[in-house]
């Protein structure tokens, strides 16, 4: 009941060849399964990955076998257009794979490996003869066409095995492998990708205090997911934030390979125990936790990444709310002479510009991220949200001066409080001042 509706939401949120990634212990990973089956279907189940979330070796005798791993399920919003567009990443090259690389003919071009040039069932292809350097002749399901093979070959880039008597195979060099990287295995293991001791520390380096915050997980393994399934400039949203790993693992690796990845961060305001460290050290829901890691990480990220000073690591922090506007539908019969008064302002008294500025935003579709500006003009406040796209002002008694200065930055939204104009004189004057000096403004009211 708890985790359906939000896969529901996930998946209508999920771009064509978008991935989630969902961790899980082994109590409830069989039903999560048949969740994911049913909402993503089967044949965008991608992996299930086994991560070691624990590097020692624990002996609870009360236990037949001691559980040292977690799953992570990997589904795609659609299987065949994740292919399409080859959306997923690949892996650093281990160290083992590293030692394959050598340099046996002095190829000027580098450290080499070799790869079979002949097709494995499944993967297609061209059909054609290839001799070998001993009369050898192999008439089989090749990886190129004949004509690819032969310049590969003038290129110095086939090698025939077993003394020029076998299957030839395609020289990769160690530069070239080292930047496409290699695909990644359903088992995480090992320093590569961290576990919780790893995790605990990395708390422990930002927070300068123990246990602030208890099961996050590694920021290497965090990193991992996101390298695999999105690219550069997408958005990666979690839904279970907690102590914002995620929002961690996408500055870092921002930093590391100059992406431009954003996050957005979901989490409840739910209470620390007040025997926690975390409540000791003045933080009293998990949120303040999450807010307050990104700062310290992003602040250490540019300290210790000299390339990263430009990095963006602002973000904001919205709290679910009702909306700014007051029910103003009754029927007849609910209405009373004494409820004129109080509606004679549409929206909420409680609320603020800013409040109203984002209701508007998210009403054109304007991203929550967006550069935002203040301006002032004869002492009112006005928004300017990227630019010229949107121009908001929601202060009261706007005079033709005023609304004149507004129209002069010909933004393509302008939005004003339906109170906002001083008298009937300049709300008339207001739709003839935008038609004499932005005529292509969209004009709204709140």
């Known amino acids: 009941n708890m985790i359906y509706p939000r896969l529901r939401v996930a998946k ?22 048949k969740v994911c089956d049913e909402i993503f279907g089967e044949s965008n189940f991608q992996a299930c990955i086994k991560w ?13 076998i001691a559980t040292v791993s977690e799953y992570i399920l990997v589904y795609a919003k659609n299987s065949i257009t994740l292919r399409e567009n080859k959306n997923f990443g690949t892996i650093e090259l281990s160290t083992k794979r590293l030692l394959n690389y050598s340099n046996p003919d002095n190829d000027p071009r580098g450290e080499w490996s070799t790869t079979p040039w002949c097709a494995s069932k499944g993967q297609g292809g061209s059909k054609y003869a290839i001799r070998t350097p001993t009369g050898e002749i192999y008439n089989e399901v090749w990886l190129g066409t004949f004509e690819t093979f032969s310049k590969l070959l003038d290129d110095g880039r086939i090698i025939f095995t077993s003394n020029g008597n076998g299957k030839p195979r395609k020289k990769v060099y160690k530069n070239e492998a080292l930047e496409k990287g290699q695909v990644a295995i359903d088992f ?4 590569r990708y961290g576990d919780n001791l790893e995790a605990t520390n990395d708390m422990k380096k930002i ?3 123990d246990r602030v915050f208890d099961y996050t997980k590694p920021v290497k393994l965090i990193k991992t997911l996101i390298k695999l399934g999105i690219p550069k400039n997408d958005i990666i949203l979690d839904f279970f934030s907690g102590s914002a790993t995620t929002a961690h693992a996408v500055m870092q690796l921002n930093a590391e390979d100059n992406g431009n990845r954003k996050f957005i961060m979901v989490q409840l305001p739910e209470k620390c125990d007040e025997k926690s460290e975390a409540y000791k050290a003045g933080y009293q829901n998990i949120c303040e936790i999450g807010k307050e890691r990104i700062r310290r990480a992003g602040k250490k990220i540019k300290e210790e990444n000299a390339n990263a000073t430009n990095i963006d690591t602002g973000f904001r922090v919205f709290k679910l709310d009702s909306s700014n506007m007051k029910d103003c539908y009754y029927y007849p019969e609910d209405t009373t002479q004494d409820m004129l008064e109080k509606l004679q302002d549409n929206i909420k008294e409680d609320r603020t510009a ?92 709140l």
Do not use: H, W
């Open 354 to 445: 800013e409040d109203l500025l984002i209701q508007v935003m998210l009403e054109l579709e304007i991203e929550l991220s967006s550069k935002i500006e203040t301006v002032e003009i004869e002492g009112k406040k006005v928004y300017k949200v990227n630019e010229q796209e949107l121009v908001c002002c929601f202060e009261r008694n706007l005079t033709n001066e005023i609304v004149t200065e507004i129209a002069k930055m010909q933004p393509k939204y302008v939005v004003f409080r339906d109170s906002s104009m001083q008298s009937d004189s300049v709300n008339i004057n207001f739709e003839q001042l935008f038609k004499s000096y932005s005529p292509n403004t969209i004009r709204k009211v």
């Open 12 to 33: 209508d949120l999920l771009t064509d060849d978008g991935v989630i990634f969902i961790s899980i212990d082994d109590n409830e990973q069989a039903n999560l399964k």
């Open 188 to 191: 995480c293991v090992g320093e």
């Open 207 to 209: 927070f300068e205090i």
């Open 52 to 64: 070691r979330r624990r590097s020692n070796q624990p002996n609870d005798t009360t236990k037949m």
